[in-house]
């Protein structure tokens, strides 16, 4: 059965330094989707991104964040210049045309010293 | 704002039934989606409801009432490994490609 997948599975970084998260999506799959979820919270939306360019983004996907898809099969998420408060997990979604079944990858967590 | 309330915790014993309830405040939606995230994992697609009534996918079930912003997910039969956070979810028609999440419900099963 086709899935998502994500890496790395950890990322630890220093402050101010940038990280990038990667996520394949499944092949067949139109929309992507960026989440994150600090420990014991919420899933929380961060950006979706469809026909190449972001069709919507929340509050917290601000300029610090950044998404691509660099070729047929990867998606990016880069956060510049990192702060503590952006440890969290980052989950990478995807979802067919015509269905609201979101399937997700295992996650990146990310640790921000 | 828009919002999807939760329980924060439900504990029920093996072999019984529980329901995990979702109120929601948002100014539309296109239907309720149900997942279940275990510890240190991904949050796993479970049930959804595009239309008021029930859903039955073998011991899980979801109910949508859209006139009383009012959802659950119904689990049957508990057994040890449906202990999980639950969460619900809407995509909302002011965008539709941006998904609210709930609160979240961590369920704890019980021998």
């Known amino acids: 059965e086709p899935e998502v997948t994500q890496t790395p599975s950890h990322q630890v970084t220093q402050m101010g330094q940038e990280v990038i998260l990667r996520c394949v999506p499944i092949s067949n799959h139109l929309y992507f989707y960026w989440y994150r979820q600090i420990l014991g919270q919420k899933v929380e939306f961060l950006v979706s991104?469809?026909?190449?360019?972001?069709?919507?983004k929340s509050e917290i996907f601000d300029d610090q964040f950044s998404v691509e898809r660099p070729d047929g099969s990867n998606f990016t998420l880069k956060i510049r210049s990192t702060k503590l408060e952006d440890s969290a997990m980052y989950f990478c979604a995807s979802r067919r045309q015509g269905s609201d079944t979101q399937y997700f990858g295992p996650g990146t967590r990310l640790t921000v010293l | 704002g828009q919002s999807l309330e939760q329980p924060s915790e439900v504990t029920a014993v093996e072999g019984a039934i529980v329901q995990i309830n979702c109120t929601y405040q948002?100014?539309?939606?296109?239907?309720l989606s149900w997942y279940q995230q275990h510890d240190g994992g991904a949050p796993t697609f479970l049930s959804y409801?595009?239309?008021?009534g029930l859903e039955e996918t073998g011991r899980f079930s979801s109910f949508l009432s859209r006139s009383d912003s009012y959802g659950y997910l119904l689990l049957q039969e508990l057994q040890m490994k449906d202990s999980a956070s639950y969460f619900c979810a809407v995509r909302d028609t002011s965008g539709t490609y941006k998904y609210i999440f709930g609160t979240g419900t961590r369920l704890k099963v019980l021998a």
């Open positions: 409801n595009a239309l008021d």
């Open positions: 948002t100014s539309g939606f296109y239907g």
């Open positions: 991104f469809y026909n190449n360019e972001i069709s919507e």
